[in-house]
């Protein structure tokens, strides 16, 4: 992959870590870097991947109309969907983005965003890759990009905290769960048992949340499952009649995952 992409894709992951971080300015920080990686990639199809500047090849853009639309966001979106019509499902939506980062940036009202705002947008600047180089990052591929650029930010040493967005999902009376990373059983165990309360307001049984685990990809034998629900009931995780997640364990998950 070409060292311009790889920037790219650097800029998507160092604004879902910033989002992620314990970092008060990190949200804000995220979207825009976000945000900078989406501009940057429209800039790099016309520049680079396309080499449209100077006007000498059929579609192409002379210097000086170049200079005068690449300042202007909403027409370098509009050219290089009119070059790539397949963008135009998102346009819409990156347009907003743009807006919403610049109210952020340019403004001196304490606006602030959301780590789920921030990781939706970075949803999109994926899609726009996958969209104008054809490059579409696994669940894996992603998550190793995050953790690289969290170790690098750190030096190499101990990874600042970063905490993954959770998404719960209701099927056939079963809560599972996708947090994009491959927690430990207590966490895993943690994460279903939210996912029920949040969903269906009702505790599981044992047998509902063994399937909760399947489902969710993190399938558990009954053992297993038997003695982390008494290391979360001995740490005060859950509670100690129910299988429900305490305050305290839900502020245990939130240090590692945005519920």
């Not at 300042?71 to 499902?89: G, I």
């Not at 719960?168 to 994009?180: D, S």
């Not at 740490?235 to 009649?241: A, D, E, F, L, V």
Request: with cysteine; aromatic share 6%.
């Amino acid at each position: 992959m070409k060292d311009w992409l790889l920037e790219g894709i650097d800029q998507i992951a160092l604004g879902e870590v910033l989002a992620g971080s314990t970092i008060s300015c990190g949200q804000r920080f995220g979207l825009i870097a976000v945000d900078n990686a989406v501009e940057f990639m429209l800039i790099s199809y016309v520049e680079v991947h396309r080499q449209l500047v100077g006007g000498h090849k059929a579609g192409g853009i002379t210097k000086k109309d170049w200079a005068e639309t690449k300042d202007k966001f909403p027409k370098l979106l509009s050219l290089v969907v009119n070059l790539e019509p397949k963008l135009a499902a998102l346009e819409a939506e990156i347009g907003r983005y743009h807006d919403f980062r610049n109210g952020l940036y340019h403004t001196g009202a304490p606006t602030t965003t959301s780590p789920q705002r921030v990781r939706k947008y970075s949803n999109l600047a994926l899609k726009v890759l996958d969209t104008l180089f054809s490059i579409k990052l696994s669940a894996t591929e992603w998550s190793d990009t995050l953790a690289a650029i969290s170790t690098a930010l750190s030096g190499g040493k101990t990874q600042p905290s970063v905490r993954r967005e959770v998404a719960f999902e209701e099927a056939n009376g079963i809560v599972k769960f996708n947090c994009g990373d491959t927690p430990n059983a207590k966490n895993a165990i943690a994460l279903a048992l939210h996912g029920f309360s949040f969903l269906k307001a009702t505790p599981p049984d044992r047998k509902q949340l063994a399937k909760a685990m399947a489902m969710s990809g993190h399938p558990l034998s009954p053992s297993v499952i038997k003695a982390r629900i008494t290391d979360l009931r001995n740490s005060g995780w859950i509670q100690k009649n129910e299988l429900i997640v305490t305050a305290k364990g839900r502020k245990q998950l939130r240090k590692s995952y945005i519920l």
